[in-house]
């Protein structure tokens, strides 16, 4: 046994106990909840309310211990080595904490058992109205948390390993087993990586990333009590009965994982370099998904509360949420998505383990909606023997696959037989029929964005039939049966466009849904009132449409994104005046009114925003990208020389300084006004080959055609000298400075250099920038020279050297003889000169001299002197003279390459989130009241 | 028939149409010698920067032009044109990811290109002492 020193080993003893108390409790709660609905016995009940106490204390303990241990940096480790390090500020601490496979596991099973608590705290009063409902619901929150625990076990099962641990010291992995160091016991000492960690990303040094983690995952464990009840419901047969309890807490899922899901995208905006709130990247649909099926769920929890009419519907919504939950977890931690995301963790084997735990939550949903209890024991023997089969013999694909087709087919059988047939027909003007259209089309969206995401998927399901594909192929000639076994499927090249073209009609229809459905009565409306009510909204939304088609400059072929624009803002305009016409402006059961206009103004900021978001930084100068492909848009980038001032869009800028605080290189970069040109008599300006000046002094107008007339003289003879200095006549000016923006480059040589940008906000529009491309080089005492770093070029005499701006002709090399030069410096010194003659790459007929000098104290060079052309931004040296053969540095002027972005309307996207916020809230807050408004037309977000 | 029927029909249509139209809106994944057998055709190529060759970014010609040479899984070597400035840290990157389509003069054009940089979870991780 060896005694390690300086180990804090008390630590991962602890956290491993409480993570195998952690299960052991939640096991105890499921066998405890479940015998006690089953029997209906209060002492199995209270058993498993003591293993989910046991449960969340060693839950909490876990979360306390690994705390713990990043705080004091005790970097024996892996957690903390690989997550943290010294010079972190404390607050990020909790990003360490959630950014790991395990922390962010530990994180769900947290709030799980938060949740869990709260609601057997809520549930278990005595004679409460929902006393009989914890056991049931609780087996299933227990029995998830015994899965969710044990991905924190890092266990092994025979080949199949059960997630991993937050707790292994760096000596205890697998990798390291056996490694001599592991054997020192003085190793934390001796070896310096043990000194400090690796660090956090820096990607994930932002405050989002301190709230957008928390939150998201407690919208995750929000779904989990629905999907239990439902569960409960199925199991105990009681259809209606659940959906009161059920309903404040799907709502509430819908209002934290909504407000997670645009905080990850407010993040994206603020922080990241994407250029954008939303990518369509795959771990943000995965996460957006769920919350569709939720809204579609929540909805016809309503539907349903009143009247059973699409019962299966609202339990396939609801069980496919958390299903879903699991499936996103997959995609994003299983590693599957690999070079399809930016943002996912690599698998670290997790991917089986995984995809068991998925396929047990779909049996077990699928068997519990299968009301015949012989057809519910067949499928669930079945499944097993396939799970077996599929492990046993190593087939896990085709088992898979035969399980899920068993599993539709058993669901399309039960669904005709126990849940179709005793609904009557709804009438088209009732408001459940449209919400039950709603459900549906949201439902048709998220299918489609996991259809779209789950490419990779389709590869791994594929892969095993690749042969027999093939032989297909051979045996038929088809070229179809070839393609399929060859082709390895790779997401929408353009995905943006792809999602959007499909997501844009849904929403559209969805919208039309939202400012609609609320002015039908339940069961039958009596539509000259329904036309009476909304007409006005219709008409308002018809003229903002019509001024926005106008302002925003839409034409005919977007025709989807006008149709969609009139959707929202009749959505927004008819569910404000639904506050005050119908509610008569009572704010307490305007809840839904709220969210509504609240979703419908975020898509509308979207729209706006996405649709009309243009690129400022537009380069004019240079070579034009068409040229070397049809493919290419040209530039989005602008190149900005250090101290010049550039026009870019509305403002002149100007890149003035950069500077270093702490690891980030700030680049500052001032804007300005933009206002007409003066012109003093006597100016002289070029506009193309013709100089001329002016003949008086005057305000320049928007074209130099309206003004040359009346005040500028051309010049009939001129030295060629005098154009090529002359300036460009403009017509415009940079005025008085503006504001000042501040992009800068986090310097990370762990983990890459990241660019995050900066953004000017203003009421109706964001310009948003971030530098691509810099020097970030700063020399000491942070002298910062002007120019870019040299590039040495090996040339001799009669050699040609293209720069970026200019082409270079060495002409001649030769020594600086005169006696001035030998009397001052002293016959031990040579001076030695590079005539250079320099052309300008994009105006060839201009010609500069260049003689950059260097001295030489016998073989030795000792000082230089460079020559600069200021016109064409660029310095030579001489690095080292040997007969013709000399060595050239040749600098360009300092300069950034920078991405800015006007965002229009983007305030009303955020407007939308506080109102979505707000009003979900205030639809949960009158669910726990018990959802009886008192205007019965008021009923349901 | 029952207004139910006519909804569940025209849902599974729709279904239907979005995943076919997902489907055949999906790119693929290729090596070098099938984007290059059919230029024009958009695919995903997997590989590694050629560090031996000389990474091209003037941003006083083009700052949205980067032209470097990639090598694909299986070997095979390309000059590549980024319709992108120079991402940060290209020279670290263990893996790009590039879509876009090949030309007649046998180069690649990539509107777009993935990255992906040693991160935590593999670089290094081994301690050595």
């Known amino acids: 046994m060896i005694e390690y020193v300086g180990e804090h080993i008390w630590a991962g003893r602890l956290g491993h106990l409480f993570t195998i108390l952690s299960v052991v409790g939640a096991a105890l709660s499921t066998i405890g909840y479940f015998l006690g609905a089953s029997r209906r016995d209060i002492h199995w009940e209270r058993l498993g309310r003591l293993g989910f106490r046991v449960h969340s204390v060693a839950v909490l303990g876990i979360v306390v211990t690994l705390f713990t241990m990043l705080f004091k940096h005790w970097f024996e480790y892996d957690y903390v080595w690989k997550h943290s390090n010294l010079e972190m500020p404390l607050r990020y601490i909790a990003s360490c904490f959630w950014e790991g496979q395990e922390g962010s596991f530990l994180l769900w099973t947290f709030w799980h058992a938060v949740l869990g608590n709260i609601f057997i705290w809520r549930a278990g009063r005595v004679n409460g109205p929902f006393r009989e409902w914890e056991a049931p619901v609780m087996t299933v929150v227990a029995l998830v948390q015994v899965f969710l625990a044990c991905m924190l076990l890092g266990i092994y099962i025979g080949d199949l390993r059960l997630g991993s641990s937050p707790f292994l010291l760096i000596r205890e992995l697998p990798e390291n087993l056996g490694l001599p160091w592991t054997r020192m016991p003085g190793y934390l000492n001796a070896i310096p990586q043990f000194a400090d960690g690796r660090g956090l990303n820096p990607l994930l040094q932002n405050y989002w990333m301190v709230i957008h983690p928390p939150t998201l995952f407690l919208g995750f464990a929000a779904t989990l009590i629905p999907f239990a009840f439902v569960i409960a419901s199925l199991w105990r047969g009681d259809r209606r009965g659940w959906i009161a309890p059920a309903l404040p807490w799907a709502f509430f899922g819908v209002m934290v994982l909504g407000t997670g899901i645009l905080m990850g995208g407010a993040w994206a905006y603020e922080a990241l370099s994407f250029g954008g709130f939303w990518a369509w990247d795959p771990v943000e649909n995965a996460s957006l998904v769920p919350w569709l099926t939720l809204v579609g769920a929540a909805h016809l929890m309503i539907v349903n509360k009143r009247k059973e009419t699409s019962i299966f519907s609202l339990y396939l919504l609801t069980l496919l949420t958390f299903i879903l939950i699991l499936y996103s977890t997959f995609l994003t931690r299983s590693g599957v998505l690999g070079d399809t995301s930016v943002h996912s963790f690599t698998g670290d084997g997790m991917l089986p383990a995984l995809v068991r735990f998925l396929l047990i939550f779909i049996g077990i949903s699928v068997a519990m909606l299968i009301a015949d209890k012989g057809q519910r024991r067949f499928y669930a023997i079945i499944s097993a023997c396939l799970m077996v089969v599929g492990v046993a013999l190593n087939v896990d694909v085709p088992a898979i696959l035969l399980f899920i087709a068993i599993s539709i087919g058993m669901l399309i059988s039960t669904y005709r037989r126990d849940y179709s047939g005793q609904s009557e027909e709804e009438s088209l003007r009732s408001r459940e029929f449209w919400l039950f259209i709603g459900s549906l089309v949201l439902l048709l969206s998220a299918v489609q964005i996991t259809f779209s995401t789950s490419v990779p998927v389709f590869n791994l399901l594929l892969e095993p039939f690749d042969t027999f594909f093939g032989w297909i192929g051979e045996r038929t000639g088809s070229a179809f049966f070839k393609d399929l076994a060859d082709t390895d499927l790779a997401p929408p090249a353009e995905a943006v466009a792809h999602y959007n073209k499909w997501q844009v009609p849904f929403a559209f229809i969805v919208s039309l849904l939202v400012a609609m459905t609320q002015y039908l009565r339940w069961k039958d409306s009596d539509m000259g009132k329904f036309r009476r009510q909304i007409g006005l909204s219709f008409l308002i939304a018809v003229l903002l449409t019509a001024l926005g088609v106008y302002l925003l400059r839409f034409k005919f072929v977007e025709l989807d994104l006008i149709a969609l624009f009139f959707a929202t803002t009749f959505a927004a305009v008819a569910n404000a005046m639904y506050i005050g016409k119908v509610l008569n402006g009572n704010l307490r059961n305007a809840g839904a009114s709220i969210a509504h206009v609240g979703f419908a103004l975020v898509l509308l900021g979207a729209l706006i925003s996405t649709g009309r978001r243009t690129e400022v930084s537009r380069n004019s100068k240079g070579m034009d990208l068409r040229f070397l492909s049809e493919g290419f848009s040209n530039s989005t980038d602008i190149l900005l020389y250090k101290g010049d001032t550039v026009r870019m869009g509305d403002h002149y800028v100007s890149f003035r300084n950069k500077r270093k605080e702490g690891v980030n290189v700030y680049f500052d970069m001032d804007y300005f006004a933009v206002e007409p040109q003066r012109y003093g008599m006597g100016d002289t300006v070029h506009v193309g080959d013709m100089l001329f000046t002016a003949k008086d002094a005057h305000t320049a107008s928007a074209t130099f055609l309206a003004d040359q007339p009346a005040h500028w003289q051309a010049l009939e003879r001129f030295p060629r000298r005098a154009l090529w200095y002359a300036r460009e006549w403009t017509a415009t000016r940079p005025g008085a400075p503006t504001f000042r923006l501040q992009p800068f480059i986090q310097v990370n040589p762990r983990f890459g250099n990241v660019a995050e940008p900066s953004t000017k906000h203003w009421l109706h529009r964001d310009l948003y920038t971030h530098v691509r491309y810099a020097d970030q080089t700063i020399g000491p005492d942070s002298i910062d020279d002007a120019w870019m770093p040299d590039r040495t070029y090996n040339k001799q005499v009669g050699d040609t050297i293209i720069t970026p701006t200019s082409m270079v002709i060495i002409d001649s090399v030769y020594t600086v003889q005169d006696s001035a030069t030998k009397r001052m410096l002293g016959e031990r010194y040579t001076v030695h000169a590079a005539k250079l003659r320099v052309r300008d790459l994009y105006r060839p007929d201009r010609w500069f001299d260049a003689r950059p000098l260097l001295i030489y104290a016998g073989t030795e060079p000792v000082a230089g002197k460079s020559a600069e052309v200021p016109p064409l931004r660029i310095r030579y040296g001489l690095a080292s003279v040997d007969g013709e053969k000399i060595d050239l540095n040749i600098a360009e002027s300092e300069f950034l390459v920078l991405q800015a972005l006007a965002f229009p309307g983007i305030n009303i996207l955020w407007v939308g989130c506080v109102l979505l916020f707000l009003g979900t809230f205030l639809a949960v807050v009158q669910r726990i009241r018990g959802g009886k408004p008192r205007d019965r037309n008021a009923i349901g977000p | ?129």
């Open chain 2, 1 to 129: 028939m029952k207004r139910s029927h006519i909804i569940a029909i025209v849902i599974i249509a729709i279904a239907i149409g979005a995943l076919v139209g997902s489907l055949s809106d999906s790119s693929t994944y290729a090596d070098l010698k099938q984007a290059m057998e059919n230029p024009g055709k958009e695919f995903h190529v997997v590989g590694t920067l050629d560090r031996s060759q000389e990474v091209i970014y003037e941003p006083g010609m083009n700052a949205s032009l980067t032209t470097f040479t990639m090598v694909d899984l299986e070997g095979r070597s390309c000059r590549v044109h980024l319709a992108k400035a120079k991402p940060q840290d290209l020279e670290r990157s263990e893996r790009l990811v590039l879509i876009g389509k090949a030309n007649e003069r046998g180069e690649f054009e990539a509107t777009d290109m993935l990255m992906k940089c040693p991160s935590k979870y593999n670089e290094e991780n081994r301690i050595t002492g």
